[in-house]
C-alpha cells in the first residue's frame, strides 16, 4: 500500500462511518414512518457513492447524484401522503455529499455527519421547543436581538464621532445588544429555573458584562411584572456582586499595590452585596412558596436605546471635563465614568496610581468614591426603569455596600 493510497482508504472509511451513523438514526425514526425510503443500508450505500463518485471524477459524481436526485423525488412522491416533510429526502441528498467531503477533509466530514446525526435525532426535542416551549413573543425578541447584533451593529463605524474622541457609535450600539442580551439571559434562565433562583444565576453571570444593564433589564421586567420586586432585586444585587470582583481584578492587573491598600473596603463591599441579596430573597420566600409566572417578553428595545444616551452623555461630560481639568480632576472625572460602569473608571484610577500621578491613600479613597457614584446612578436607575419597591431594595443593598466599604476604608 503506497502513501497516495492511504487519504484515500481513510476517507472511504470515513465516508462509511458517516453514512451508516446518519442512516442508524434514520431507520430509527423509520419506525414511526414506514414508507421512509432511506434507512441504514440506503444512506451507508449513499455515502459509499459520494466518496467513489468524487475519487473517480466530478463528471461521474455529479451523474451519481443526479440519480440520486431522482430516486429522492420518485420516493417523496410515494410517501408524500403519509409523510409531508421532506427531512429524509433532503438528508439522502446530503450523505453523498458529506461522502465527497470525506475524501477531501475526513475530519470535517466526520464532525458535520455527528452534528448532522445529532440534529435529526433531537427532532422531538426541537418540534416541542418550536411549537410547545417558544412563544410569538419570545420569538419577535429574539429576532430582533439577532437583528440589531448580526445586521445593525456591523453597519456602525467604529471611530469616535466626538471632539475627545470617546464616543464610537458601536461600542453605544453594542450596549443596546448587551441589555437585550441581559434580558434575554434572564428569562431564559428563568424559564430553566424557576423566578426564585433563574433570575438570581442570570443576574449574577450577566454582572460580568454590565451591572448597569442588569439593573435596567431588571427594572424593566418588574414593570412588567411587579410581583418579581424582591427576585429581580436579589439578581440586581448580585450583578454589582460580580462586576466588583472584576472591578478588583481589573484594579490588580494595572496597578497590584493599589489593590491591595483597597482589599479591605472592597472585600467587605462584596461580602455585604452577598449578604442583602440572600436575606431579601428569603424574606420573600418566606412570603410566598411559589415564584411569580413569567409572561413571555424579554426586553424593550426603546428602554436600551434610551439607556445607552444617557451613558454616552456621562462618556461626553467625563471626557470634556478631564480635557478642561486635566489631572487635577481625575477623582471627578472617575466619579462620572463610574456613573455608567465600574471598570473602565477603576481602570484609569489604578493607572493614575501606578504612574505615581495619585498617592496611594487618595487612590484608594478613589476606589470608595466609585462606589458611590454607581451607587448613585444605579439608584436611580432602578427607580427609573422599575417601580417603587424594586429601587427601596437595590437602593438598600448599594448604600449598604457603600457604608462598609467607607468604614473599613478608615480603618
Known amino acids: ?21 446518519i442512516g442508524l438514526v434514520r431507520e430509527r425514526a423509520n419506525a414511526e414512518h414506514p414508507n421512509q425510503i432511506a434507512g441504514l443500508r440506503t444512506h451507508a450505500l449513499a455515502a459509499l457513492i459520494g466518496a467513489l463518485g468524487f475519487w473517480l471524477g466530478t463528471a461521474v459524481l455529479v451523474v451519481l447524484l443526479a440519480g440520486l436526485v431522482l430516486m429522492a423525488a420518485l420516493g417523496y412522491r410515494r410517501s408524500s401522503e403519509s409523510d409531508p416533510g421532506l427531512t429524509g429526502e433532503l438528508t439522502l441528498l446530503l450523505t453523498p455529499l458529506l461522502g465527497a467531503l470525506a475524501m477531501q477533509v475526513p475530519s470535517l466530514a466526520a464532525g458535520l455527519g455527528v452534528a448532522i446525526a445529532i440534529l435529526l435525532q433531537a427532532k422531538a426535542s426541537l418540534h416541542h421547543f418550536s411549537r410547545v416551549l417558544l412563544s410569538e413573543q419570545e420569538l419577535h425578541d429574539g429576532l430582533v436581538l439577532l437583528a440589531s447584533a448580526l445586521v445593525v451593529l456591523p453597519l456602525l463605524p467604529s471611530g469616535a464621532v466626538d471632539p475627545w474622541g470617546v464616543l464610537r457609535p458601536d461600542a453605544v450600539w453594542r450596549l443596546v445588544v448587551l441589555v437585550m442580551g441581559v434580558g434575554v439571559l434572564g428569562h431564559i434562565a428563568q424559564r430553566a429555573a424557576g423566578a426564585r433562583w433563574g433570575l438570581q444565576l442570570a443576574g449574577f453571570f450577566a454582572g460580568f458584562v454590565s451591572s448597569t444593564a442588569t439593573v435596567a433589564s431588571y427594572g424593566a421586567a418588574v414593570r412588567r411584572q411587579p410581583e418579581l420586586a424582591a427576585f429581580a432585586a436579589s439578581a ?18 494595572v496597578s497590584l499595590p493599589l489593590a491591595t491598600a483597597g482589599v479591605l473596603p472592597l472585600t467587605g463591599a462584596g461580602v455585604t452585596l452577598l449578604i442583602v441579596a440572600l436575606l431579601g430573597l428569603r424574606a420573600q ?77 487618595n487612590a484608594r479613597w478613589g476606589l470608595v468614591l466609585l462606589l458611590v457614584s454607581s451607587a448613585i446612578a444605579k439608584t436611580a436607575l432602578a427607580f427609573i426603569s422599575g417601580n417603587r419597591r424594586y429601587g427601596m431594595r437595590v437602593a438598600f443593598g448599594l448604600w449598604c455596600m457603600v457604608l462598609v466599604a467607607a468604614a473599613l476604608a478608615v480603618l
Open 1 to 21: 500500500m503506497t502513501s497516495t493510497q492511504l487519504p484515500s482508504i481513510m476517507g472511504l472509511a470515513t465516508a462509511s462511518g458517516i453514512g451508516l451513523l
Open 236 to 253: 440586581a444585587l448580585l450583578s454589582n456582586l460580580a462586576s466588583l470582583l472584576l472591578m478588583a481584578v481589573v484594579v490588580a492587573s
Open 285 to 361: 420566600s418566606g412570603q410566598s412558596s411559589e415564584p411569580p409566572k413569567l409572561n413571555g417578553r424579554s426586553f424593550q428595545l426603546r428602554h436600551a436605546v434610551l439607556l445607552a444616551v444617557a451613558i454616552s452623555l456621562v462618556l461626553l461630560i467625563s471626557a470634556a471635563l478631564t480635557q478642561v481639568m486635566g489631572n487635577a480632576g481625575a477623582l471627578i472625572t472617575s466619579a462620572l465614568a463610574a456613573l455608567a460602569e465600574w471598570h473602565a473608571a477603576a481602570a484609569s484610577l489604578a493607572q493614575l496610581a501606578a504612574a505615581n500621578a495619585l498617592p496611594l491613600s
